[in-house]
């Protein structure tokens, strides 16, 4: 069954470096997301993808996050200078035709650790 | 806020027994969506209700969706000891976002 892959599983990193979260959507979806989940609360919402441009981006994402779909099959998520606060889970996931209107499957997230 | 949210909060149950958690939103959605996540890991998609549909059955779950209320419910049936997770309910908006709520834990015991 195709599933949504994420690297690393883990990441530390030092306040103040930049990071690249990596994502392997399933092959022939169009939507792709990334969603937070700091440590004990909701899952939130940062950002969609599709057609090559953000489509959606919450207050959350400012100038420094970003995305890319850097070829045709990864989607990465840059965090330019990690804050303590950017401290949490990092989820990906993608949804085929249709967006949001269909099921979105997640990755099994990347842990992002800032020290 | 367009978010849902779950209560309980926290629901302890003995193996066998039904569990039902609640699920309310403020806007109006497309679809609304129940997940599970098992602690520290990611989220498995469970059932898609559409804004057209009262009820959707899949397994041993069964989700209700009223409208009008701006509120549904996630029933799961004879629960197992594995059912144990968090239960989050996510609903749409215009456009390509989608709102988590909060969580119901919900433990079983064996």
């Known amino acids: 069954e195709p599933e949504v892959t994420q690297t690393p599983s883990h990441q530390v990193t030092q306040m103040g470096q930049e990071v690249i979260l990596r994502c392997v959507p399933i092959?022939?979806?169009?939507?792709f997301y990334w969603y937070r989940q700091i440590l004990g609360q909701k899952v939130e919402f940062l950002v969609s993808f599709y057609n090559n441009e953000i489509s959606e981006k919450s207050e959350i994402f400012d100038d420094q996050f970003s995305v890319e779909r850097p070829d045709g099959s990864n989607f990465t998520l840059k965090i330019r200078s990690t804050k303590l606060e950017d401290s949490a889970m990092y989820f990906c996931?993608?949804?085929?035709?249709?967006?949001?209107?269909?099921?979105?499957?997640f990755g099994p997230g990347t842990r992002l650790t800032v020290l | 806020s367009q978010q849902g949210e779950e209560d309980p909060q926290a629901l302890s149950i003995q193996e066998g027994e039904n569990a039902t958690m609640n699920c309310s939103y403020k806007?109006?959605?497309?679809?609304l969506q129940w997940y599970r996540q098992n602690s520290g890991r990611g989220l498995v998609h469970l059932i898609l209700i559409r804004s057209n549909e009262r009820e959707k059955h899949s397994g041993r779950l069964r989700v209700t969706l009223d409208t009008s209320k701006k509120s549904s419910s996630l029933l799961i049936t004879a629960s197992r000891a594995a059912d144990t997770a968090s239960y989050f309910c996510?609903?749409?908006?215009?456009?390509?976002?989608?709102?988590f709520g909060t969580g119901t834990s919900l433990t079983v015991i064996p």
């Open positions: 996510a609903t749409d908006q215009a456009g390509n976002q989608f709102y």
């Open positions: 996931a993608s949804s085929g035709v249709g967006g949001s209107y269909n099921e979105q499957f």
């Open positions: 092959s022939n979806h169009l939507y």
């Open positions: 806007t109006s959605i497309n679809n």
